[in-house]
């Protein structure tokens, strides 16, 4: 019992990592008062590009790990860019949030797919990157499996988590960026640019959607297909609500999410009778009953999520 | 930071915007030590010069001089620099931060790229608040704060910010008679170390605080001088450009049988907190009763809990003999019931649709503007021209866009449709609430007109003239419940304020 408790929880972390940093992504955009669901589309072309490098380097044999590194920079490069991109859209133009989120999701998905079949072809794996274990710690019991026997993108996405905090909550961009998300008529009187500030937070929310796109084809898969993302974009914009927008939450969060995952794909492993379509749907069932018990918070939520700003109409 | 301002002027300020002079060859002059009160009717030009001062808006014509030396603001940064700061009639807060970081937000000295120094503001929020005797807590989020504390920490966050030339747009819109009496005092005491600017179109405050006073209308100064000159009346003369007596209720009363009657009603609020604790109140046919109090006592769950918009959690409300707690509003409004809501452009029109659509809106599928499911144009245009001009609302015509109206045109759409439905009864909230002298002479003439066709009204309001001036009846409300029930003659401005604030009588 021990041992698969075990088992499961030393799987289960490091199969968060994609939806943490994509959530937390999203947390920026969000408490920047821009509403991201482009993000799946996001994913999918860091994902793309992140299994492109060391693919098109090695022709699917071992390559060097900093081709791997290449390719997590590139994901998240493009990452960025596509959130400028989304910017320009929604920022600049006032787009509404939601209809060009959507537009981003399937020119994302759709442009990777395509990509993929023109530069790759057929399913082909790459080598991925090896686990590190941490000297001493790995050998504790249980602890060491579950939390020191894994590879090096996942210790620097969580320690990504207190870092997201500190940015948020004790840097003057992360101050600008509650501000915009929450009353941007009173950001722009103390003379702090609305615009930029979103573009920025933008940005930084893609890049970390691009890396966590490269993570899932590079570390986790390591492999690309069509249906690599398979609707992670989503759930990690559900998990900015059910974290309140609060980077700890948030961790708290994937974690429950996947642990149900990997929960669900024991009990099919374990042999159990158990329909698989009921169990496949575990995860998402509690992702959407925990987000309908959890009560509106108005006093953190950024109030002025998904309207765009004009300094000269009065709303 | 730089030195005192001795001397402010603006000359001949002109601004246009398309189709409209918003201001009209403007000068002003301000002086240390000095209060210049601006006042004039919404749509004068007060806010648009004050945007100039502080650079949100550029002059098409005209200069201002800070003691003496022209200067040009591009941005409010400038404005910030050179020692001005304005308060706006929208507290500009962020609502889920501390105060504290509030004010961080615009003080750069404690921010560096990586690090913002938390403390270092925390100290400059106590300095200033102590220093201008402003009680703040730095911690509390702004959301936990009352209006009167927030416009505290607005002040404490512009002067931490280095004003020592305060504009100040309609500072006491949102407050209680005795938080304007503190806030008055305070302004009063800071004037030994800074000037200030300040906009109203509340007389009382303007001759309360300030030296000096410029009068704007349409756009041009028509009057500047001397406040210990010239009288309240005077003053209102000059704003309106003819002379305003507000009507007063000084009929007989006739009040009939009770038609309104409410017994320990127990609603609850949006957070799920008691709204309104076993509040009993009867109004009678005929009467005007008036509903005093400081927002957020529970006036809004009051309105929205008669006109089926609230659950009823226990008590009854009984209308002309029948209960109506949590009936739909369809059947409160089939009861008879006339409602004028808080917001008029959220709850009072549908904005998009066009004035006849609002017109019949409560009535769309009844003869005459119906028949068999089929809207009569004709029938409601006939109404609608008829409505307009009897209700003088001001509009290119009847199919024009509702919420493209001023503030006082669009509640003159919803008297209208309120009153010539007929209504056996009227349930007005906060009806002149930002609108201009001319509006409001109009709405107290048709309040006092249903009232003398026997028509009961509960009016609920937060300005103290209106209730005094139109009401039989007063009804203080505190904390969800009735204070007390004062006669119209046993009521006096002092009086109500004590019993707004929560004090009993003996």
Known sequence: MIEMLVNMLSMCIPFSVALLLASLGEMFNQRAGVFNLGCEGMMAMGAFIGMLIPFSAGGGGAVSQWYNVLGFIAAGVLGAFLGLFFGVVTVTFRAPQGIAG?????????????????????????????????????????????????????????????????????????????????NPRAADSMGINVSRTRYEALMLGGALAGLAGAYLSIAQAKMFSDTLISGRGFIAVALVYFGHWHPLQIMGGALLFTFAQTF???????????????????????????????????????????????????? | MEGRITELRMEHITKRFPGVLASDDISIEVGEGEVLALVGENGAGKTTLMNILMGLYQPDEGRILINGEEVRFRGPEDAFRMGLGMVHQQYMLVQNMTVTENVALGYKEAWSPFRLSLPEVRRRVIEISERYSLAVNPDAYIWQLSVGEQQRVELVKTLCLGARFLILDEPTSALTPQETDELIALLRNMTSELSIIFISHKLQEVKALSNKVSILRHGRVVFSGNTDDHSSQDIAAMMTGHSIDLPKNEEERKAGETVLSIRDLVVLSDRRTTALDHLSLDIKAGEIVGLAGVSGNGQRELSEAINGLRKVESGTITFFGKEIQNLSPRQVIDAGMGYIPEERNVEGIVPAFSIRENFILKDASKAPFASHAILSRKDIDSYSEKLVKDFDVRCPGITTAAGSLSGGNIQKVILAREIERKPRFLIAVYPTRGLDLGAVEFI??????????GIGVLLISEELDEIMDLSDRIAVIYKGSIQKVLMHDEATRARLGVLMAGVKEV
């Open chain 2, 444 to 453: 107290h003439q048709q309040l006092l007109a249903i009232r003398r066709d």
């Open chain 1, 264 to 315: 669900q794909t024991q009990i099919q492993s374990m042999g159990i009778s158990f329909p698989y379509e009921l169990a496949v749907m575990l995860p998402y069932i509690l992702v959407i009953v925990v987000l309908s018990f959890t009560s509106r918070n108005q006093t953190t939520a950024p109030t002025a999520l998904g309207k765009p700003f004009n300094r000269e109409i009065r709303t």
């Open chain 1, 102 to 182: 959507i537009g981003l999701q399937m020119f994302g998905v759709g442009t990777a797919g395509t990509l993929f079949r023109h530069f790759v072809g057929g399913t082909q794996s790459i080598p991925g990157i090896p686990d590190i274990s941490i000297p001493f710690l790995s050998s504790i019991p249980f602890l060491g499996d579950v939390f020191f026997s894994h590879n090096g993108a996942v210790y620097l996405a969580y320690l990504f988590v207190p870092l997201a905090w500190y940015i948020l909550f004790k840097t003057p961009w992360g101050l600008k960026v509650r501000a915009v998300g929450t």
